[in-house]
């Protein structure tokens, strides 16, 4: 990628920008997940989800699945992972939410967690 990228510059006698704007290796990692594979995650039977995310577009569901008086929600973790934004809790069991939004950063990765209703 970029040595199309300095082609492409070089073609337009921008060659130096190359330097000046390297290709973030962090992008080429989150952006694994644009196939449209879900992310599956489960937590002992207490709260499912599915998470897909391309870039910093993230969508999904979350169910909660057991009358425990907790209620799951998806963190997704953006940049190079050391950051977070969180979907709505659902709750109670049976409850389904769905969700869609742009993050501040592309994603790295997602996890379910729980919090008290």
């Known amino acids: ?8 510059l070089a073609g337009l006698g921008l060659a130096f ?3 000046a704007l390297p290709v973030s ?5 989150v952006t694994g997940n644009c196939d449209n ?3 599956n995650l489960s937590k002992a039977s207490a709260g499912s989800a599915q998470v897909w995310w391309c870039g910093n577009h993230v969508w999904g569901w979350v169910r909660d699945d057991k009358a425990d008086g907790l209620c799951p929600y998806v963190t997704v973790f953006i940049g190079n992972g ?3 934004e969180n979907s709505p809790s659902v709750g109670p069991k ?3 939410k769905n969700f869609d939004w742009y993050t501040a950063q592309n994603v790295h990765s997602a996890g379910l967690w729980f919090r008290d209703c």
Do not use: H, Y
């Open 1 to 8: 990628m970029m040595n199309r990228l300095k082609a492409s």
């Open 17 to 19: 920008i190359a330097v």
């Open 25 to 29: 290796t962090a992008s080429a990692t």
């Open 37 to 39: 594979a879900p992310t």
């Open 82 to 84: 050391d950051n977070w």
């Open 94 to 96: 049976g409850a389904v």
